[in-house]
């Protein structure tokens, strides 16, 4: 399993410092009114909100800010390229959905209806599927700030696990990956990681060392005020498959030290909180090293450079949107 070394322990900035930073748009002319968008006939007509759509128009089809041609582009998608309805109730054969963080309507005739859930040009496979609709439907809601705000978080944390090969894990929740001298092992639930190594936990890959305890526990309590620190314990470990009431789980719920912050970081919504900020700070504000790259298969898919990975990030942000409550 990959692992990301001393790579996260470099500083970041405050997640509220970069909540405005994100990727830029696709910048593509739209197409002229009369050339498309003639047909009422639309035919992606029977997909549902979160349905995946392709663009089936080789010159591309205008994702427009109302249902008609009367409305001004937003933007032009280009053939072959995805994104996600949220709204299958058609006006005048339009549909709304979101490309890429664009939200409009465009017109039926010119997208056919996929299976499953496609990022990058590549559609996720079913273990990473379902880790990515689980985010959408129970995270994203868990999340603090504007809707917005929530879905970026959620899909910029659901990038970095994706590429990171967390989300093809049968169970991601339990997972820890120690960055040994030696090399990368995964280690137990009650081991702890050495200090001054990396140690990703959790179905956000969060690392343990980026965050002082106090932190960790704030963010926690900020998260999930109606619950004591020892719910929340409990809720990961229940999640992560040990059973309340077995030794593993009372010694998750009664730990201290290291061990007790890696859990409550593997506390989904606390995860994807806290990564957000060293995702944003490392990946979308910089560039740094260990963002990108073609040499483990899930990384050469979802962020082989700056320009997909962000462009992955994006279109996660348009899948959760059609998946969030």
């Not at 996600?84 to 890429?100: E, H, I, K, M």
């Not at 559609?123 to 994203?140: D, F, M, P, S």
């Not at 809707?147 to 997972?175: I, Q």
Request: net charge neutral; proline share 5%.
């Amino acid at each position: 399993m990959k692992v990301s070394g001393f790579r996260s322990l470099l500083p970041f900035l405050l997640a509220t410092a970069l909540a405005a930073c994100g990727p830029e748009l696709d910048e593509t002319p739209s197409v002229p009114a009369g050339e498309l968008e003639t047909n009422t006939a639309a035919v992606i007509s029977g997909a549902s909100r979160g349905s995946t759509v392709q663009v089936s128009a080789t010159d591309g089809v205008n994702v427009r800010s109302g249902p008609g041609t009367t409305y001004g582009a937003l933007v032009t998608v280009p053939y072959g390229k995805t994104a996600t309805v949220l709204n299958a109730t058609p006006s005048n054969g339009f549909y709304q959905v979101d490309y890429q963080g664009t939200v409009g309507w465009t017109h039926g005739d010119y997208w056919n209806v996929i299976a499953g859930l496609w990022v990058n040009g590549y559609q996720l496979n079913a273990t990473q599927e379902k880790w990515v609709r689980w985010i959408g439907t129970y995270t994203v809601p868990k999340l603090l700030g504007t809707r917005n705000e929530r879905l970026t978080k959620a899909a910029r944390v659901a990038w970095w696990s994706l590429k990171e090969g967390v989300l093809d894990l049968p169970n991601p929740f339990p997972y820890s990956n120690c960055n040994y001298t030696t090399g990368d092992a995964r280690i137990g639930p009650l081991e702890v990681c050495p200090s001054g190594r990396a140690w990703q936990v959790g179905i956000s890959g969060v690392q343990v060392p980026n965050f002082s305890m106090a932190t960790v526990q704030n963010t926690s309590a900020s998260i999930h005020s109606t619950l004591t620190e020892a719910q929340v314990l409990g809720a990961s470990a229940s999640q992560a498959g040990y059973a309340s009431g077995t030794s593993t789980y009372n010694s998750i719920v009664n730990s201290t030290g290291e061990l007790r912050k890696s859990w409550l970081m593997r506390n989904h919504a606390v995860g994807v909180t806290l990564e957000e900020t060293t995702v944003t700070y490392e990946c979308v504000t910089n560039s740094f090293g260990w963002c990108y790259g073609t040499a483990w298969p899930t990384t050469a898919r979802y962020a082989p450079n700056r320009a997909e990975a962000l462009e992955s990030m994006q279109e996660l942000k348009a899948i959760m949107d059609g998946l969030a409550p």
